[in-house]
């Protein structure tokens, strides 16, 4: 219903979860995409006020080092926001490329009218720090060059910080900083985190 009321009356859904308490993973994404097949959204949900697992995620500040290719080296970012990126890449990426041959993104049978020509990347909060993962890695990971003549936009909401000053100099360095757009509440703490 709400994609309709923002001007998507007919799309298909895919929703994909996956959560390991142990691991403080609590990951959801929802990947949207017109009844035409022109443009899809990725969108990944915030933290869950409630869902412990998803505070001591974002708690969780030791920084693991993901080589992801800007200017050629290992990146240093927040391991519990990539670990639940991680959680649920995969069959995202997947239904993208199906997206990007003119399929269904949920199922490959399902030919629709146009292949993929824009694709945006959202969330919130947790969704936030994880849509700015995505845009990064499909902008710099080789193996996502067809996605990344796609990505249009990656929009964040009250995104907290995915790693220190020198992952965005280089993302600057890189001229990709075009395609991040980060809207923070000033009087928000979690984006000062």
Known sequence: RIMARMGMPSNRTLMVADRVDASFIVSSGFLIQSDDGKVAILAYRGTEPFTLANWLTDADIH??????????????VHPGFYRNLRATRSPLIEAIDRACRGRSILDEDVEVEHPLEALYVTGHSL???????????????????????????????????IGPKSLGEAVTASGDEGKFLRFVYRNDVVPHL
């Open 63 to 76: 920084s693991e080092q993901v080589t992801i290719g800007v200017g050629g080296e290992a990146l240093t």
């Open 127 to 161: 969704g936030g720090a994880m849509a700015a993962l995505m845009g990064l890695l499909i902008l710099n990971d080789p193996a996502y060059a067809e996605i990344k003549q796609r990505l249009r936009k990656v929009y964040t909401y009250g995104q907290p910080m």
